[in-house]
């Protein structure tokens, strides 16, 4: 009986130690996004009414890509008055930082599609809230761009054409769906957004 009682409150006291530690952790994932009071930038409701933006694409050199787990860049989402770092890689290590850029897309600013992922319940637990037409600006060593979103979609974790190159620049945001999901979500949310113009 006494080793029972023992067993017993070794598993509670191990219970109670990992539900503060993942308490800690998520606590800790979601002080990684800063509120900002960023605006929209001039240059994106200039395009919006009729204004061409001018084009500034460009290929970062190799010297200054960044390295697997850097944080190379923030996020800011005027929207949702939110700034969070992009991280190089989408594995845990990665996303448990901020936002994780996909290792085999292009990088932000450049001609393609580079693609972003991150947490539904840390960094991008209040995605859901945008919707075409809003901005998302990237702001990085070597410029600061502005898109807009283009499409919102819904789809499922083997969809390859989230990830499809295209001719001009894109910025593709991906989280797990639905956000209110418990455990390992069944779908993926994805905002497209393209390019307006390099601010800085």
């Known amino acids: 009986m006494k ?8 598993i509670v006291i191990l219970g109670a130690f990992y539900a503060g530690y993942s308490g800690v952790s998520y606590f800790l994932k979601r002080q990684t996004v800063e509120t900002t ?26 010297e200054k890509r960044p390295e697997k787990g850097e944080h190379f860049a923030d996020l800011i989402i005027p929207g949702l008055k939110a700034k969070m770092p992009i991280i190089e890689g989408t594995h845990e290590d990665e996303l448990d930082k901020g936002v994780g850029h996909y290792a085999g897309s ?8 580079a693609v972003l992922s991150g947490h539904r319940d ?29 499409k919102t979609w819904i789809t499922t974790p083997d969809d ?41």
């Open 37 to 62: 009071s960023e605006a929209v930038p001039k240059a994106v409701v200039e395009a919006e009414n009729g204004s061409s933006p001018q084009e500034d694409w460009l290929i970062v050199p190799e």
């Open 160 to 200: 390859r054409t989230v990830i499809v190159s295209h001719e001009k620049p894109v910025l593709t945001l991906t989280t797990c769906y639905p956000f209110t999901y418990v455990g390992p979500a069944p779908k993926r949310y994805i905002i497209q957004a393209e390019k307006m113009t390099k601010l800085e």
């Open 106 to 113: 292009v990088l932000p600013g450049e001609p393609d599609n």
């Open 3 to 10: 080793w029972d009682k023992a067993v017993a409150l070794s």
């Open 122 to 150: 840390t960094v991008f637990r209040k995605i859901g809230r945008l919707k075409p037409g809003d901005s998302l600006i990237v702001q990085s060593e070597y410029g600061k761009f502005a898109y807009t979103i283009t």
